[in-house]
């Protein structure tokens, strides 16, 4: 039944919106639409960050911390076709970025930590998580996690767990 809402849907929409959405995103995102975050203008202001974003006071390599909350309803087989494809193609656009995802994302995090240009991960909730399995998809990697929970790298560090330097807590 999904199979054929998703076939239905895919011939409504117009084939160039997707397009022109994802084209007017990048425009103002490169400082071209006003003076919001990402003008050319704000460079005057602040110093270039070259090659980074700023994510809740965090900064990381890339230019972009794409939002994966609903990915957490996912199969990792669902991520791998419904998301994949397009956080890959918002990390290509965007020289890499990071992925932020609230909630139980320990069955997905593997197939988004390996997408080329991932460069961070924000786990909001890893008590909701299996952390062994977040350590190995992203510190173990090279992958740096944000904004983590203090805590739960203090009792990673106290059972001898090598954090490799890749875990911000707040």
């Not at 290509?92 to 970025?97: I, L």
């Not at 932020?100 to 909001?124: E, K, M, Q, Y």
Request: proline share 5%.
């Amino acid at each position: 039944m999904i199979e054929q809402f998703l076939k239905d849907l895919e011939r409504r929409i117009d084939p160039g919106v997707e397009d022109s959405l994802f084209e007017q995103w990048r425009l103002f995102a490169d400082g071209r639409l006003g003076e919001g975050i990402f003008s050319p203008q704000r460079s005057k202001r602040v110093p270039p960050l070259d090659g980074c974003a700023v994510h809740w006071s965090m900064l990381h390599r890339g230019r972009i911390m794409i939002r994966d909350d609903a990915a957490t309803n996912l199969s990792p087989a669902m991520f791998e076709e419904f998301v994949r494809p397009y956080d890959q193609r918002l990390l290509d656009t965007f020289a890499g970025g990071g992925i932020h995802f609230c909630g139980r994302g320990d069955h997905f995090i593997s197939h988004a930590a390996r997408l080329p240009g991932v460069f961070a991960i924000n786990v909001t909730q890893p008590h909701l998580n299996d952390v062994e399995t977040i350590f190995e998809s992203t510190i173990d990697r090279g992958v740096q996690l944000l904004g983590f929970d203090r805590q739960i790298a203090e009792q990673a560090l106290g059972r001898g767990r090598n954090l490799r330097g890749n875990v911000h807590c707040w």
